[in-house]
């Protein structure tokens, strides 16, 4: 089966602010990045997906453009980004960037000269309504802040915004809107990027009449409700978020838009990709007329992984992407949901991260790594609210004391344990002060992790064939030289366990089965029975090749011992090859 590159690709997602410092401010930049690339070839990552490195006030840490077609001066020029690019490409790491097209910053000029006056030539780009009854529009909630409707004194009307006010949503029914955002894909396409990961993407439209919610829940409700002295059920409190956003998202409109996105990309030759950073299947049309790939939330919500919930995850989601033709995408994590890791009991962290790791990086499915991730990074509490930099922490914050009536403890013990800002801290280059990010008399723009020190650094990790690090770049490589890791079909086997995940990657040259014993006890696998079910080895005789093991498995002729949280990767010789 031939691939797109980026069905093969293993992605690497790059926080531009945390990465690598490289004019030594205490702030990421493309320097830093650029420096850092030969770090990224050993590991083997394929594809970078970048987070928004655009110029932009950072109240939403860049998710908040001023200028669609420039870079943050903190972290660099245009010429730097450019001199990143090349470098990247000379190294065959293709470069996919983030595209924020929902709302800009309230200091974008589009929206500086919309709010000038109600006559300006761009007052429709932006969502402009009348207040009623002397309020907003109608009871919405913004997803950060309070109500989604913002009053400006100047012009006497409300905007509309879905995420902080200070990120006005666009109205993209307008085509001039839709013509400028163009250009700008077209400007970062022409430059040679090689996609977009396309933030927020279900929020594009709302409701044009404007109906309110009739969930009986706003945002601060909403928020409260998972912390009431009786908590909803998790599916409860999902329902119940989906009601009150119910005409805030997925609006008609959405597939015309992506469709002609995917035109606009297709303008240009070689492949480019559109991933959306959502996990419906509708977002990829008829399989070829809109997005390459969304994301398997519903599997990154299953972590801590249990092999019944991962095998359930694969057959409703293999079999919904078969219907389209569309290929899978899993992750573990990213700038929003923070390092993974911290899911775990410390006692078990590590052999956790392996499991998740080998899970992510050999089931069917383009994965995406989380920077930090490969170190075991994990999240860092800060102590102290002038360290927080996520607004939207300080919503929490508020709510807490208005609302819930807590302690200005208790509220900063929320905000805190909340903030996203916990899994965004920079990343631990070496054992030296600052982890190495920044000189050590530099405040760096978040607090370090401590733990730096306990190995958790790449530099440690290099040298340490058992480290995270070098796990990590084993598993790229076997990806690589069995290649049906990325092209095979999967089939899960032994599929009553509760312990073992066990599963098939074949392609027409090669079977790999592998292995994961998510149990703290050791356990016996039978192999041999659990491959017959799928084909298994013709000659009855034959053993397969151990191609990986994380503790030196006993391989019997037809089981396996496995060590508690072990990884076994078997190469079965099916006399076809
Ligand atoms: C999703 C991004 O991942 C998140 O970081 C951001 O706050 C919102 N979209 C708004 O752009
Ligand atoms: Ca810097």
Redesign the pocket.
């Known amino acids: 089966m031939t691939l797109k590159w980026w069905q093969k690709a293993v992605f690497y997602q790059i926080y531009p602010r945390s990465f690598a410092d490289g004019n030594g401010d205490g702030i990421g930049d493309f320097p830093g990045i650029t420096s850092k690339l030969d770090y990224l070839q050993e590991l083997g990552v394929d594809a970078i997906w970048l987070s928004p490195h655009f110029p932009s006030p950072q109240y ?2 860049g ?1 908040d453009v001023t200028d669609y077609c420039g870079v943050a001066p903190e972290y660099g020029t245009l010429q730097d980004f450019e001199v990143f690019l090349q470098a990247a490409h000379a190294r065959s790491i293709r470069v996919i960037l983030d595209l ?1 097209l ?2 800009t910053s309230h200091l974008h000029p589009w929206f500086l000269e919309s709010r000038a006056s109600r006559h300006n030539s761009k007052r429709d780009w932006y969502i402009w309504r009348d207040g009623k009854n002397g309020g907003p529009p109608n009871n919405w909630s913004s997803l950060f802040d309070g109500s989604a409707w913002e009053f400006d004194a100047q012009t006497g009307q409300y905007y509309y915004h879905h ?1 902080l006010k200070e ?1 006005p949503d666009l109205n993209w029914r307008n085509p001039e809107v839709k013509a400028a955002m163009w250009e700008a894909v077209r400007f970062w396409l022409r430059l040679g990027v090689d996609g977009f990961r396309l ?2 993407i279900a929020s594009t439209f709302e409701r044009q009449d404007l109906p309110d919610s009739t969930s009986g829940y706003d945002l601060a409700q909403l928020r409260a409700l998972d912390r009431a002295e009786k908590p909803l059920s998790r599916a409860k409190i999902r329902k119940l978020w989906a009601k009150t956003f119910e005409h805030q998202f997925s609006q008609p409109g959405l597939h015309e838009l992506m469709k002609e996105l995917r035109l606009v990309m297709d303008e240009f030759p070689g492949d480019r990709m559109l991933v959306g ?1 959502d996990e419906k299947i509708a977002f990829h049309g008829n399989g070829n007329d809109e997005l390459d790939l969304v994301f398997n939330f519903p599997l990154m919500r299953k972590i801590p992984f249990r092999p019944a919930a991962v095998r359930r995850n694969q057959a409703e989601r293999l079999s919904d992407l078969a219907k389209v033709n569309a290929w899978p995408c899993n992750t573990l994590g ?3 949901t923070g390092h993974y890791i911290s899911h775990f009991r410390p006692e078990e962290a590590q052999a956790q991260a392996r499991l998740h790791t080998a899970a992510l990086l050999t089931l069917r499915g383009t994965p995406f790594l989380y920077n930090g991730d490969e170190i075991g990074m994990d999240h860092l509490i800060l102590e102290r609210i002038e360290d927080i930099r996520d607004v939207t922490a300080n919503w929490l914050y508020t709510t807490d004391c208005s609302l819930l009536q807590l302690s200005h403890e208790a509220a900063l013990a929320h905000a805190v344990s909340a903030t ?1 800002d916990k899994g965004r801290t920079p990343m631990h280059w070496h054992n030296a002060p600052q982890g190495g990010f920044c000189p050590a008399d530099i405040r760096p723009w978040l607090p370090v992790n401590p733990n730096y020190s306990q190995g958790v650094n790449t530099a440690d990790q290099a040298n340490d064939p058992k480290s995270l690090l070098n796990f990590h770049r084993r598993l790229i490589q076997l990806r690589r030289a069995y290649p049906c890791l990325a092209d095979g079909e999967q089939a899960m086997l032994h599929e009553h366990s509760r312990h073992i995940l066990a599963f098939l990657r074949w392609n027409a040259g090669q079977r790999v089965l592998v292995t994961l014993n998510f149990s703290p006890q050791p356990r016996r696998f039978h192999w041999r029975a659990a491959a017959a079910a799928q084909g298994g080895l013709q000659d009855a005789d034959a053993l397969p090749e151990l191609i990986f093991s994380l503790s030196d498995t006993g391989l019997k002729q037809n089981t396996l011992l496995l060590a508690p949280y072990d990884i076994v990767l078997l190469m079965l010789t099916d006399g076809k090859k």
Do not use: G, K, T
């Open positions: 939403d840490c998710y924020v929902n709302h995420f990120q933030d927020a950073e990213n700038h929003d996203r």
